[in-house]
Every structure is written in C-alpha cells, then in structure tokens.
C-alpha cells in the first residue's frame, strides 16, 4: 500500500531517457577503452556474455535483473582488483536477481563463457 504514489513521486524527479541498446563490437570497444590491459579473448567473452543475457531477457527466459551493464564493469574492475571471476560476476550479475532459479540459469550461462575460477593475471595483460 502507498508504493504507487512513491514510485510517482520518484518518476516524477528523475529524468527518463530510453537507452539504446549496445551491440557487441561497441560493448567490447567499451571494455576496452574502460580497461586497456583486459585481453582481447576476454573483452570479447564479456561482450558475448552481455548479448547472450540480453537474448534471455528479449526471450523472457529471465527478467532484465542481471542484464546490468554497470554489474559487469563493476565486476570487471573487481577481477582486476584481485577477485576470482566466478565471485566478481556473482556480485556483479548473478545476485541481481532474487529468484533461485533465475540465478542458476545466469550462472549457467556465465559458466558456458567463462570459467569462473579465472583470475587477474589469467585475463589482463
């Protein structure tokens, strides 16, 4: 009760923009401007794991939870920062989502890409 007139008042603060969506080759330009020493593979692997997140959501397969582009350049930054991948992505994407079952379809589909026990060193130059 009472949320309706609070998500009112919020939408009625910010500004609303409709974000274009990000191809593939431009989210990997975008890794790696953001962080130069992250190997092409993997900058690569990242921005296929993006779209591949994205077509789950255009299906419905999963909600736009874990479809969070500033999760995976937290997550990123993370990894370069000394976290395994595994747990960056699982901050980073996985746990955007509260539904279990949404959660292992996520870390499903980070594993086909990427494996999680993956360090620093393994994906920066």
Same mark, same amino acid.
């Given at each position: $009760?009472?949320?309706?007139?609070?998500?009112?008042? #919020? $939408?009625?603060?910010?500004?609303?923009?409709?974000?274009?969506?990000?191809?593939?080759?431009?989210?990997?330009?975008?890794?790696?401007?953001?962080?130069?020493?992250?190997?092409?593979?993997?900058?690569?692997?990242?921005?296929?794991?993006?779209?591949?997140?994205?077509?789950?959501?255009?299906?419905?397969?999963?909600?736009?939870?874990?479809?969070?582009?500033?999760?995976?350049?937290?997550?990123?930054? #993370?990894?370069?920062?000394?976290?395994?991948?595994?747990?960056?992505?699982?901050?980073?994407?996985?746990?955007?989502?509260?539904?279990?079952?949404?959660?292992?379809?996520?870390?499903?589909?980070? $594993?086909?890409?990427?494996?999680?026990?993956?360090?620093?060193?393994?994906?920066?130059?």
């Amino acid at each position: $009760a009472g949320t309706r007139e609070i998500n009112g008042a #919020l $939408a009625s603060r910010f500004m609303v923009i409709n974000m274009p969506i990000i191809g593939e080759e431009d989210l990997k330009k975008l890794l790696t401007v953001q962080f130069p020493t992250l190997k092409d593979e993997y900058a690569g692997q990242f921005a296929g794991l993006f779209q591949d997140l994205r077509k789950k959501c255009d299906s419905s397969e999963i909600s736009t939870k874990a479809l969070d582009l500033r999760g995976l350049m937290a997550a990123v930054q #993370l990894v370069k920062n000394g976290l395994s991948v595994g747990q960056a992505l699982e901050m980073g994407i996985v746990n955007k989502s509260f539904d279990d079952f949404e959660r292992q379809l996520v870390s499903d589909l980070i $594993a086909t890409r990427i494996p999680g026990k993956l360090s620093s060193a393994d994906i920066f130059e």
